[in-house]
Structures are given as C-alpha cells and as structure tokens.
C-alpha cells in the first residue's frame, strides 16, 4: 500500500490578483509538486465556499486555519514590505502549532531592523535558530535543491494518518 504524501499549505497572496494567480502561483505549485508534496493552495480550497452567502469571510478564514492545522507543513509566499497579513496569520498558526516551516522569498528588499534577517526576526521564529537558510528559498528554481530543508524533510517518513 502505497504511503500517502505530505501535506503542504501553499501561504500566498497571489490568489488576490488574476495575473499573480496565473502567472506567479503555477511555477511554485509545480516546484512544490515535484518534489512529492500534496500542495494545498488555499485560493483553490476556497472554492467551495459560496461568496454569495453571508458570513462568507469567516468561513475562509476558518477554512484556512483548519487547513494549516490539518497540513503537515506550511510553505509560505512572503513578499513584500510588510508580507500580506494573511499569509502573517497562517504563519503564527503554524509557528504555534510547531510545524516544519518554510519560506519563500524572491523580494530584494529589506524588511527589518535586524542585521541577521530580510524581515521581520519573528516571521523567523518557526525556523531553527542555526541553519535557518536552509528553510528559506529565494527563487522559484531553489525550492527542488537537494541541499535545502524542504527536499529533506519531504523525503523523510510520511504524512500523518489521518484519525
């Protein structure tokens, strides 16, 4: 019986914008599914939440926590200056949550008063203190490097079972 893959919520801000969504996400969702992992894109798990329908906004934001909650792992997007605060959220669920994290930024620019990080020290609260380069990603093409966290970590055991 073949074991199931890895989860991983795909944190992003790219589902807000219809050229980000077709032109930034896919090589990232490609990336990700290359390497073996279940990729959970929130702005299409969203889908069947009816926008129509009162209360609509809640029901993505529960949607969302429920996912980075079920997920074995979260990689989030995190450009920008300031990061989106959505993809923020997600990545304080998951940091408290204590699961494998990882980031992707290809934004040159600074975000911080620390000399050590790009960005604010706490998005790097859920990386190890040593080594935490090897979490973050700053190209779409570095996300498959075998010498990076994620190919490790996507490598290694298997997803939870479900209860």
Not at 20 to 42: H, N, Y
Not at 56 to 73: F, P
């Amino acid at each position: 019986m073949p074991q199931p893959r890895k989860t991983l919520y795909l944190a992003n801000p790219y589902g807000f914008s219809a050229q980000q969504k077709t032109q930034l996400l896919p090589p990232i969702v490609a990336q990700l599914r290359s390497l073996g992992a279940e990729v959970w894109e929130p702005f299409e798990r969203n889908n069947q939440v009816d926008f129509s329908q009162a209360g609509w906004a809640y029901n993505v934001a529960q949607a969302d926590v429920r996912d980075v909650r079920e997920a074995d792992g979260l990689f989030a997007v995190v450009n920008g200056t300031p990061p989106d605060e959505g993809v923020m959220v997600e990545l304080g669920v998951a940091i408290a949550l204590e699961k494998p994290i990882f980031l992707f930024r290809d934004d040159f620019r600074r975000c911080t008063d620390s000399e050590e990080y790009p960005l604010n020290l706490m998005v790097f609260a859920g990386l190890p203190q040593q080594n935490w380069r090897d979490y973050f990603y700053e190209s779409v093409e570095e996300i498959v490097s075998p010498e990076k966290a994620l190919h490790r970590w996507l490598q290694r055991g298997h997803a939870r079972v479900s209860s």
